[in-house]
């Protein structure tokens, strides 16, 4: 199935995306209530040229406007204030001397039932005001009549083939009844406003840039919903957000841009093709944030419910700060060369994969990851891995190849001396995984950490309730693993098990226990003096724990404990200061190399110790 056909198959959601926005109390209904009505401009006061709009005829106080039956067009740099209503016509800007045309919506209501109701055909620069206190509306025909039958434009209902601006504090509803809602072939700006945008097609595209400085801005589209498509030049095709609150629904991407998408700040609610839980078709790109070089993200807060990846570059993907939630059909957050983080909220509730990169470093922020398939996944290949699919259901998931379903099942496989040895995957140097700081917690059902090449670990604390089924392991590697410090805790099945390995400087302990062990058993370690060095609930049934940490000291010894109960400060299932009450004891070791192994099965570097 084609974009078109899956764009037809999303025309009710596109009708009803606005009124379900406000009954969800997303955004305020009132116009006027996007900013303080104060003066939008120094045109406020400026003798401008009055165009008067009354049904189907058109009246116009003072100069630069010539008029053609229900046809204004302005013709010099100046300053325009329309107002009243135009049943069926048409504003055009087209000038041919130097300097800005302002135009005043000041309770414009405009509808053409052949065209786009506002062309920009020719002007330097053109800046669209929004009159505080007033409601205007554009809308075009569903079908155009072009006067040369080649012709391809406009297409949309606000139309400009020059830089634009969209200012003030009013309020502006647009309907793309033809194709596009607000499209600029040049660049558009968007500094203020309550903006309402409802489109066939795409909702706002600027082809050259898209900025938004401010305003209140509701996108309901059918194809894309924020939009930057100059993919001919680099340094076009951009798309910037400082400020502003944005709630977009869209049939395609919800924001897309062909070279770069920065956000400093903003409000973000996205929905993309459908939802999370939507199946697509392969040749649909349904995401929720998309850039075919570079995503930096610096702030803003973020919801975003996309059928595909959430967010997502064809190259590199920088986040710096931010909170997000985020639930994918894919991955939560791709980069098909580097993914770095260096802040930030990031909570993927929902993916297939949830983050996903050729190269990923953390060195700060909070990160909570709920993957059906691999939760931290440092591969080659770009995206598209988990809607083949179905949403949650790629190999690993439910359904696939090995799934126990149940603990009891988990098999304890052989032993190996390490990852590379049992992988079907080439490793690579260019696959890394490198983490220096930051809080990373983990619910996966397959590979909780999974990478086709090496991993660093200088800092942080990691958290993995890792699979249950057989041949998956919440440490999956095929390289090496060096760690020096932070904090690492892995729980699930033995059959993959893995720990760090022995070019650590940092003790790790792997224990393979004896029989499945179920969800919310506490396992605590403590040294011979009584300190406590662990105690973790798993939130999920687990038969292999990996743990390291600087408390692991050569030549202390340990005992591991089974059950029990715990009290006091809990955070994903890691007890700190707690008064514990012990259970049964399960064994104990003295820590004599950098990995210490006890029990069956499971892949590593440090060899076997029964």
């Known amino acids: 199935m084609g974009k078109r056909k899956m764009m037809g198959l999303l025309v009710s959601v596109v009708a009803l995306a606005i009124s379900l926005v406000y009954d969800q109390g997303l955004l305020p209904v009132s116009a006027g209530s996007a900013q303080a009505p104060a003066q939008d401009s120094a045109w406020q006061d400026a003798d401008a040229t009055e165009i008067l709009l009354n049904g189907d005829a058109i009246a116009v106080d003072g100069d630069g406007v010539s008029v053609e039956g229900s046809v204004a067009t302005i013709g010099a ?22 300097g ?39 809308s075009d025909a569903t079908t155009y009549v072009f006067a040369d039958p080649e012709e391809d434009e406009p297409n949309a209902a606000l139309f400009s083939k020059s830089d634009v601006t969209i200012s003030g504090s009013g309020a502006l509803t647009v309907a793309g009844n033809y194709n596009d809602g607000i499209a600029s072939k040049d660049g558009l700006t968007i500094t203020g406003g309550t903006i309402t945008v409802s489109a066939v097609d795409d909702g706002i595209r600027g082809r050259d840039a898209l900025v938004i400085e401010d305003g209140t801005i509701t996108v309901a589209a059918g194809g894309d919903g924020l939009k930057a498509d100059n993919d001919e030049d680099a340094t076009l095709g951009t798309i910037t957000v400082t400020a502003g609150t944005l709630s977009v629904t869209a049939g395609g991407d919800a924001i897309t841009a062909a070279t770069s998408i920065s956000i400093t700040g903003g409000d973000f609610v996205l929905f993309s093709g459908g939802g999370s839980g939507t199946y697509i078709d392969e040749t649909l790109s349904a995401k929720g944030i998309k850039a075919g070089v570079t995503v930096q993200i610096d702030g803003g807060t973020f919801n975003i419910d996309a059928a595909d990846d959430a967010i997502h570059s064809n190259d590199s993907i920088v986040i710096n700060g ?84 149940d603990a009891g099942q988990m098999n304890p496989g052989m032993p190996a001396q390490d990852g590379a040895a049992q992988s079907g995957v080439a490793v690579s140097g ?13 619910a996966s059902t397959g590979d909780g950490i999974d990478v086709n090449g090496s991993i660093t670990m200088a800092g942080g604390v990691v958290v993995v309730n890792g699979p249950t089924e057989r041949m998956n392991g919440a440490l999956d590697y ?133």
């Not at 009243?84 to 041919?96: E, K, M, R, Y």
């Not at 065209?115 to 505080?132: H, K, N, Q």
């Not at 691999?374 to 290949?381: F, H, K, Q, S, T």
């Open 478 to 610: 095929d390289g090496s693993f060096t760690i020096s410090g932070g904090f690492l805790v892995t729980a699930g099945s033995a059959g993959m098990a893995q720990a760090p390995g022995e070019t650590s400087t940092q003790n790790s302990l792997l224990v393979n226990f004896d029989s499945a062990q179920q969800a919310g058993t506490l396992v605590h370690i403590q040294a011979s003096d009584g300190t406590d060095v662990l105690t973790f609930a798993p939130s999920k049934a687990f038969e292999s724990i990996a743990f390291s940490s600087p408390d692991l000291v050569t030549g202390e010894t340990y005992e591991v404990v089974l059950g029990g109960t715990a009290s006091g400060a809990e955070s994903d299932g890691l007890y700190t200061d707690a008064s514990y009450t012990p259970g049964t004891s399960y064994t104990s070791f003295t820590v004599s190399s950098v990995v210490t192994w006890i029990g069956n099965g499971g892949m590593g570097s440090g060899g076997f110790r029964g």
């Open 430 to 442: 260019d696959y890394t995984l490198t983490i220096n700081g930051g809080s990373i917690v983990i």
């Open 322 to 405: 931010g909170t997000f939630t985020i639930a994918s059909g894919d991955d939560g957050v791709h980069a098909d060369t580097t993914l770095d983080i260096n802040g930030g909220d990031l909570n993927v509730v929902q993916s297939y994969e949830g983050i996903e990169s050729a190269a990923i470093t953390i060195n700060a922020g909070t990160l909570r990851l709920v993957a059906s398939d691999d939760a931290l996944n440092v591969a080659g290949g770009n995206d598209g891995s988990g809607n083949q699919w179905g949403p949650g259901q790629g190999g690993g998931g439910p359904g696939g190849m090995g799934q126990s379903g």
């Open 100 to 138: 800005t045309v302002t135009v005043i919506l000041a309770g414009a209501n405009i509808s053409s039932s052949t065209s786009a109701p506002l062309v920009i055909a020719d002007a330097e620069a053109v800046e669209v005001v929004l009159d505080a206190g007033t409601e205007n509306t554009l």
């Open 77 to 98: 740099a100046g300053v325009y204030r329309i107002s009243g209503t135009l049943a069926d016509g048409q504003i055009v800007v087209d000038t041919v001397d130097d």
